[in-house]
């Protein structure tokens, strides 16, 4: 007796992005490249639609917090790893970039020293071997690359070898960022103690406290969170990002049907960790500071908390939610400094209670998304 055959059909790719999304996306490249610095460098101070300084380095520094949300929601959100160390990350590449910065300094510091100030107030006479290639900007680039992503090989290699998941790993992370804090903390490490690196002055030997030099560093920034927004976008709809779906909602069953998830998590781990890198050496030049308080936990949990207020598994969720919780940020720790933490807190336990989805989980719903 013969058993009629059934044809298994499988997903077809969509396109990157929906007419609607391309709309959305030419829209904030217009507003980037060319409505913000119109507004800022062009249109006077006295005019109602001027963009003032403030804002832009506001709406740069939360791009920059953007880009470490995206990162998040691709190892949370579409692999199921909740890392509460991503802030680690973020600072390395905010170090690598601060010390080129220290270095085009120059003589022009306190103390007149081709050395950094803090180094000839400690009374060192060379640079460490660790500064060795912070003049060059070339190598700068590829450090803010490799410095984050080869701490974050090491690790997780080690950790998902060993298949550390869950709360364990979350624990873990959060162990890793508070250790190297305590380690930069220290003065003999080189990385300016507790006091950290600023006092920047120029960048490429272009002086950085200029209206052309913030915005550009403002539109590259832009540039950068969007360019990245399309890469992941693509990565999750690949084979690779199917797998690391599948990893999140069924790792057993993934191993059963051939598949190691040690190189795709370990993958997805270290692009992760890369953009965080990015992100930071985006936000020290125009900010104008990095120290050791960028890898507290406390700033790993915000970025978690960043992607579940605007909605895991998303990629725009965690970008509309670094915008919304560092705008009530902004705002809050002037008028209310003493409630903001109160706030924070309540906001991720309300998100978690009640709009498990996010934000944009929530407007898709009004709009009769969910069926």
Sequence with gaps: MSHPTTTVVLPTKG??????????????????????????????????????????????????????ALAMDLIWGYTGILSLGHGLFFALGGYVMGMYLMRQIGRDGNYKSDLPDFMVFLDWKTLPWHWTFSDSFAATLLLIVLVPGVVAFVFGFFAFRSRIKGVYFSIITQAMTFAAMLLFFRNETGFGGNNGFTDFKRILNIP????????????MTGLTLLGFFLFAKWLVGSKFGRVLQAIRDAETRVMFSGYNPLGYKLAIWVISAVMCGVAGALYVPQ???????????ANSIE?????????????????????????????????????????????????????????????KKLRGGDK
């Design 15 to 68: 396109p990157l992005l929906t007419r609607t999304g391309w709309s959305v996306f030419m829209m904030a490249l217009i507003a980037v490249c060319a409505v913000a610095p119109v507004l800022n460098l062009w249109v006077p101070d006295s005019s109602m639609f001027h963009m003032s300084t403030y804002a832009v380095a506001l709406l740069g520094k939360i791009m920059c917090y953007a880009i470490a």
């Design 303 to 363: 970025i978690a908390i960043w992607a579940a207020v605007g909605g895991r598994a998303s990629l725009i969720g965690p970008i509309v939610g670094a915008f919304i919780v560092n705008g009530a940020k902004s705002w809050l720790t002037v008028a209310y400094p003493e409630y903001w933490l109160y706030f924070l807190g309540l906001l991720f336990i309300g998100v978690t209670l009640f709009l498990p989805a996010g934000v944009v989980g929530l407007v």
């Design 287 to 297: 900010v104008g500071i990095i120290n050791p308080g960028e890898m507290s936990p």
């Design 208 to 219: 950085l406290a200029t209206p052309s030099m913030r915005m550009t560093l403002f539109v």
